[in-house]
């Protein structure tokens, strides 16, 4: 097999590179030595297992004179076989050390076997080993080492932060190691305001993996954040093929010799989803051919430690965006059309994921429902390209089942993007139910001259086609139309057509209550006697989204009668589920309502900063609220900027501690 005796090393190696954010890994490896004789660091590729494995050894050293012996197995020649463990066994010679198995991928199922026999042949001797996949040995401990933590999405890459929201992006342990190796390209380099957002967004990208974030920051001399993600999203095998070795798939290659055939075409299967998986998941997509449904649930489950787990999702997994720019060309080239055939599973599997997050908001799970539509959401939007397998017939069909989203979740312009490229190139006649919710969406976002022609092609299609539940949902559209122009007696009738045309169970789109909400609020402006003011329906609606805007209604009619008190307490109740949902429109509409009574009593400032803070979720194309009349008139135009300007700086949790 070669002399391995030349990557046996009484010493530990050289720092490979910053060390930041792994603290209480560290710690707590150094713990579990103290007990364990066999302590192993599992992770994918790039986590961070070697330079981790390097501190714990150098801590030990450093505090307990442990002699430590190295053993990079990915440099040792293949095939690795009985003479490694003679070597280890001889170099060992019955002393106490720390031994160090970097690379355990490298021997398969064999690393347990190796791990066993050392530990029982030299009983002074502890073993740190770091591995892709389970050693498969029962006694000592198992560490997962996981990405650095993460800081949240930011809505818009490009938008700049204010320094205090660039100062705690820059607390994050993924940013921090960006930045402390970007300055080592340009010692220029810092966090500002305004490229916050693209290094979150790239530190997001690369999904918190060190060895990934150390390659892009190497290069911060020649791109700078924003152009390091453009390139990064659009090709990601050129971007990390930029670098050497370990991010651009060279671990990939190592961890596929000692794989079984299996492994290997599930490896490569896995590449399809842009997002998180489980086993039911695998097993749908990937289960096919030579590889069956419960042997790919079976293969998931080996792979694991080389996967990155889904930070609190027990049993769901990601590919690394690396190995899965790589693993997706491999799947390219297989033969027999297999890349083809998991791309229709996968599509299949995504259009009923859509249908059963549709079921469960009509069914009044509506949490769950976002849950589960934002947790797959990667890989919805996968299934509604409509340059896919399936066209753009398959990707409306996903994109309608999760209107909801679109519409009460606060992804309105998403949604509409999505529409909007899918009916590009659908060909004539265009179905009724995409027509109608891009209108809807268009509408909604305050641009009547997109929403018009396609209120009428919806029409006709809807007459076509006999969607009654389209000739409803469109009557629908135009009354939120006209409640935005502050037209609300028109906006009842439109909303009365709609519940006189809207099925009784209708298979799609918002049901009954969410009518009957939007009827409840245009009739308090317009015919306050006719709303009921008692505390909502017996036993509460089901549609949580409709009590959000049938509580604006209520509160409406409340405060005509005098009663603020009870009025604010159902805006703030709308609110608490508008701002759990994401319902940037319903926030909107509600704060105002909340702006107009605070301004009613005479609580001028608070009022306009209510407005500020939900003047960007509100339609372009709305007239002024009603508030904003009455303060224009009751404040010193100075006065109402500077306190509009503040409540556009904050949030409606921070205007209002009681949310």
């Not at 891009?438 to 022609?453: K, V």
């Not at 209120?455 to 389209?470: F, K, R, T």
């Not at 139309?481 to 009842?492: F, H, M, Q, Y």
Request: proline share 7%; glycine share 10%.
């Amino acid at each position: 097999m070669g002399d391995p005796g030349s990557s046996l090393r009484h010493a530990v190696p050289a720092e490979l590179s910053s060390f930041v954010g792994r603290e209480r890994e560290l710690a707590r490896t150094t713990a579990l030595l103290g007990t364990e004789r066999l302590v192993s660091l599992v992770g994918p590729a790039g986590i961070g297992k070697t330079r981790l494995a390097v501190r714990t050894a150098r801590a030990l050293d450093r505090t307990h004179g442990a002699g430590v012996l190295w053993a990079d197995l990915a440099s040792l020649p293949a095939p690795l076989g009985d003479g490694l463990a003679r070597e280890l066994g001889r170099r060992l010679d019955g002393r106490g050390a720390l031994l160090v198995l970097d690379g355990c991928e490298q021997l398969g199922e064999r690393a347990g076997e190796l791990a066993g026999q050392l530990l029982a042949r030299s009983p002074g001797v502890r073993i740190l080993a770091t591995s892709q996949r389970t050693l498969g040995f029962h006694e000592g401990a198992e560490l997962a080492v996981g990405p650095l933590p993460l800081p949240p999405e930011p809505r818009d890459p490009a938008r700049g932060h204010s320094a205090a929201e660039a100062g705690e992006l820059a607390r994050y342990a993924s940013v921090r190691l960006y930045a402390e190796r970007a300055r080592g390209a340009d010692p220029r380099f810092e966090i500002t305001d305004r490229n916050a957002g693209a290094v979150a967004a790239l530190c997001r990208a690369l999904d918190g993996i060190p060895g990934a974030l150390e390659l892009a920051a190497a290069r911060a001399g020649r791109y700078p954040p924003a152009e390091a993600l453009r390139r990064l999203r659009a090709d990601p095998l050129g971007f990390f093929a930029e670098g050497a070795g370990r991010a651009g798939g060279a671990d990939v290659l190592r961890a596929h010799l000692p794989a079984s055939p299996g492994e290997r075409l599930l490896w490569t299967r896995l590449s399809v989803f842009e997002g998180s998986f489980d086993e039911a998941a695998v097993a749908q997509v990937c289960g096919f051919g030579e590889l069956g449904p419960e042997e790919a649930a079976a293969t998931l489950r080996r792979l694991a430690p080389a996967l990155l787990a889904e930070p609190g999702e027990p049993g769901r997994y990601r590919l690394p965006l690396s190995v899965r720019a790589h693993e997706a060309r491999r799947l390219a080239h297989e033969p027999g059309g297999a890349a083809a055939l998991a791309a229709r599973r996968h599509h299949e599997r995504c259009r009923v994921v859509a249908e059963r997050a549709a079921w469960l908001w009509r069914s009044g799970a509506q949490p769950q429902a976002r849950a589960l539509a934002l947790r797959e959401l990667p890989d919805l939007r996968l299934a509604m390209d409509p340059l896919s397998g399936t066209g753009p017939a398959g990707a409306l069909e996903v994109a309608v089942s999760l209107w909801f989203l679109w519409a009460a979740c606060g992804l309105g312009t998403e949604g509409h993007r999505h529409l909007e490229r899918a009916l590009a190139l659908h060909p004539a006649p265009r179905p009724a139910r995409a027509l109608w919710l891009a209108a809807w969406l268009a509408a909604a976002s305050g641009r009547p001259e997109a929403a018009d022609p396609l209120l009428v092609e919806a029409w006709n299609a809807a007459v076509l086609e006999g969607e009654d539940a389209v000739l409803a949902y469109l009557a629908h559209a135009r009354g939120t139309v006209a409640l935005w122009k502050d037209r609300p007696g028109e906006a009842a009738d439109e909303y009365r057509d709609a519940l006189e045309q809207l099925p009784p169970e209708p298979e799609f789109g918002p049901g009954r209550e969410a009518l009957r909400a939007a009827l409840t609020m245009a009739l308090a402006h317009t015919d306050p006697a006719s709303v009921p003011v008692e505390e909502g329906v017996p036993g509460g609606p089901a549609d949580l989204w409709a009590r959000s805007w049938s509580d604006c209604g209520h509160a409406v009619v409340q405060r005509r009668q005098g009663r603020p008190a009870l009025a604010r307490t159902r805006l703030v109740a709308a609110l608490e589920i508008q701002l759990a949902f994401g319902d940037r429109l319903g926030q909107a509409f509600s704060a105002e309502l909340l702006a107009e009574l605070e301004a009613g009593l005479g609580r001028y400032e608070e009022s306009a900063k209510l407005l500020g803070a939900v003047h960007a979720h509100r339609p372009a194309a709305a007239c002024a609220p009603r508030a904003e009349r009455i303060l224009r008139l009751r404040m010193a135009p100075e006065a109402f900027r500077a306190a509009h300007a503040e409540g556009s700086r904050g949030t409606l949790r921070d205007l209002l501690p009681e949310l």
